[in-house]
């Protein structure tokens, strides 16, 4: 996946804080995961995350541009992007209305893969951020 390494394009500006594209209702399972941030600029990993999934910045640490660790939370529950880490990794989300968050993700030139599970009733897109971390969002069909 092909990322914009600046605040704007297709990712947007970040100081108008618009619609995420693909809205996170909660994070499962954890209440916090660390992820690699690799190299990229912290610019491009607050525009995944704030951008992308709807998530807040809230905190950095270390020297700037490049912190060395970068928080968001959503719902108390947190992501921590850190250099150190050298390992991609993963994170679920789970979302409402995954078909228009995918028809945004598209529109947005953002490249994801589908999983359909438990015989529909689980849909599942795999998208990678910025530094190769997979991020799936999660829809489960009511019985």
Wanted: contains cysteine.
């Amino acid at each position: 996946m092909e990322m914009e390494r600046e605040s704007s394009g297709i990712l947007g500006d970040l100081r108008g804080r618009a619609a995420p594209l693909a809205p996170v209702e909660s994070m499962l399972a954890v209440n916090a995961v660390t992820l690699s941030a690799g190299a990229a600029p912290r610019a491009t990993l607050r525009a995944f995350y704030e951008r992308v999934l709807g998530m807040t910045l809230l905190q950095e640490q270390g020297q700037e541009p490049d912190a060395d660790h970068v928080t968001f939370c959503y719902q108390q529950r947190q992501v921590t992007l850190d250099r150190k880490k050298t390992l991609a990794g993963k994170v679920a989300f789970q979302v409402k209305g995954l078909g228009e968050a995918l028809m945004r993700l598209r529109d947005n030139n953002m490249s994801f893969e589908m999983s359909h599970t438990d015989d529909g009733l689980t849909r599942m897109a795999i998208l990678r951020d910025p530094v190769g971390n997979w991020v799936l969002l999660v829809e489960t069909r009511p019985l």
